[in-house]
């Protein structure tokens, strides 16, 4: 059963920063993408940052200078580097990957994260 487990959320102040982890467990074949979303209160799920298939990285216009995504194939880890946090960045963050167990394509999302940023 493949699994993806976030870690690193918590409580910081406006302008301080968090690092969150995604870990993929389980036997997988290959990960063709993966990727960061956000949901704040009573608002909908957001993309916020995401690895292409080709290795490119795409990030939100709210995150664009501010957050840095990264991951360790080796050890099939994916990173969300947040530095300058403000308050809108309070949200459940979510890790998501595209990914193919044996000859079977799958979507899976992590259980999140809270970050929390207070003014």
């Known amino acids: 059963q493949v699994q993806l487990v976030e870690s690193g959320g918590g409580l910081v102040q406006a302008g301080g920063s968090l690092r969150l982890s995604c870990a993929v467990s389980g036997i997988i074949r290959m990960i063709n993408s993966m990727g960061w979303y956000r949901q704040a209160p009573g608002q909908q799920r957001e993309f916020v940052a995401t690895?292409?298939?080709?290795?490119?990285?795409n990030y939100a216009d709210s995150v664009k200078g501010r957050f840095t995504i990264s991951r360790d194939n080796a050890k099939n880890t994916m990173y969300l580097q947040m530095n300058s946090l403000k308050s809108e960045d309070t949200a459940v963050y979510y890790c998501?990957?595209?990914?193919?167990?044996?000859?079977?394509?799958?979507?899976?999302w992590g259980p999140g994260t809270l970050v929390t940023v207070s003014s």
């Open positions: 998501e990957a595209d990914l193919m167990v044996a000859a079977t394509g799958f979507r899976v």
């Open positions: 690895f292409t298939s080709a290795g490119s990285t």
